[in-house]
């Protein structure tokens, strides 16, 4: 067991970022789908809360995508706080929407607190294994920084084309299917009147 003691915090925390906290966002996405679902969504809030669910997976997505692929510098800072305050901006938007139209279970509230805190914890954990990169982008020394720059030691592309399998699977078909059956539902309740 000595060997464990030997792996560096580095790559302790990379790992958790991986193996730990965006398996989490899927899964707590899913989550979330199947609370809306119960919750017959297409009934009650309908198309545009389906549609600040689609924005904000994007919005997540985005960054994750990025830092699987391209190294971490002061552009992908940039997106990152960017996506973060705009994505906090969406989940009050989308709650203050659906607060009046729909229930939302204490399952469904638990899970927002989820979806709402993995996004800052996964930011500090990028933060603190990225360190110089930070200092770079928070005194401004971002001359050279701004390129998307492939990894230099790339992820095993098993992880990576599985955790998008995954993410497809998870959470875009299952938010495809909400935002089609609250379209498909407005389109025929609005044929019925």
Sequence with gaps: MEYLKAIPTGTL???????????????????????????????????????????????????????????????????????????????????????????????????????ETLPFVIVALIVVINWSAFVDFISLNWAGHMDLVWKHRPLDSKYVFGYFFTLIFLDVIPFVEEFIRCYRYKHAKSGEA
């Design 13 to 115: 925390l990379f790992n958790l970022v991986l193996y730990g906290c965006l398996p989490l966002w899927l899964i707590f996405g899913f989550l979330d789908w199947y609370c809306h679902k119960k919750s017959k969504i297409e009934a009650t809030s309908g198309a545009k809360e389906s549609f600040y669910h689609a924005l904000m997976g994007v919005q997540v997505g985005l960054p994750v995508f990025l830092g699987l692929v391209f190294e971490i510098n002061c552009l992908q800072f940039i997106i990152i706080f960017l996506v973060l305050i705009a994505h906090e901006v969406v989940a009050h938007m989308d709650v203050q929407y659906a607060l009046h139209k729909r229930e939302i279970s204490i399952l469904e509230t638990h899970v927002h607190s989820f979806l």
